[in-house]
C-alpha cells in the first residue's frame, strides 16, 4: 500500500518562497510520475507540475512554469517541490500524488492512483 505524507505548509508572507515535502513509502512502481496539485476553497484541484522517479523529467502547467520547481530525492523516496515569489492567490491545500504509469491524463486528478493528505499553505498580503 503507498502511502504519501506531504509536510513543509505553513503560513508565509507574499513574496517568501516554501518547500513542501512529500514522503512516500510502501511504492514499487519504476515507471511511476509523481504529482503536485493544489485545491482552493470553492476551486477544482489544480495541477501544478509532474516528475517521473526514474529519469527526472518534469512538466509543468504555464500557470505556474518559473515559480514552482519539482524535484525528487530517490534515495530517501521523497518529492519536493520548491515555489518562490507566492502570491496571496497560492492559498490552498496542497496534495502530493502518485500515478503508477505515464497515461495522458498526468494533468488532471483522474490521472493519479495514490493522494497524500495535503498541507495547507496561506500567503499573506
Known amino acids: 500500500q503507498v502511502q504519501l505524507v506531504e509536510s513543509g505548509g505553513g503560513l508565509v508572507q507574499a513574496g517568501d518562497s516554501l518547500r513542501l515535502s512529500c514522503a512516500a513509502s510502501?511504492?514499487?512502481?519504476?515507471?511511476?510520475?509523481m504529482g503536485w496539485f493544489r485545491q482552493a476553497p470553492g476551486k477544482e484541484r489544480e495541477f501544478l507540475g509532474c516528475?517521473?522517479?526514474?529519469?527526472?523529467?518534469?512538466y509543468y502547467p504555464d500557470s505556474v512554469k518559473g515559480r514552482f520547481t519539482v524535484s525528487r530525492d530517490n534515495a530517501k523516496n521523497t518529492l519536493y517541490m520548491q515555489m518562490h515569489n507566492l502570491k496571496s492567490d497560492d492559498t490552498a491545500v496542497y496534495y502530493c500524488?502518485?500515478?503508477?504509469?505515464?497515461?495522458?491524463?498526468?494533468?488532471?486528478?483522474?490521472?493519479?492512483?495514490?493522494w497524500g493528505q495535503g498541507t495547507q499553505v496561506t500567503v499573506s498580503s
Open positions: 516528475i517521473r522517479w526514474s529519469g527526472g523529467s518534469t
Open positions: 510502501g511504492r514499487t512502481f519504476t515507471n511511476a510520475i
Open positions: 500524488a502518485e500515478a503508477m504509469s505515464v497515461s495522458n491524463f498526468l494533468g488532471s486528478v483522474r490521472g493519479y492512483d495514490y
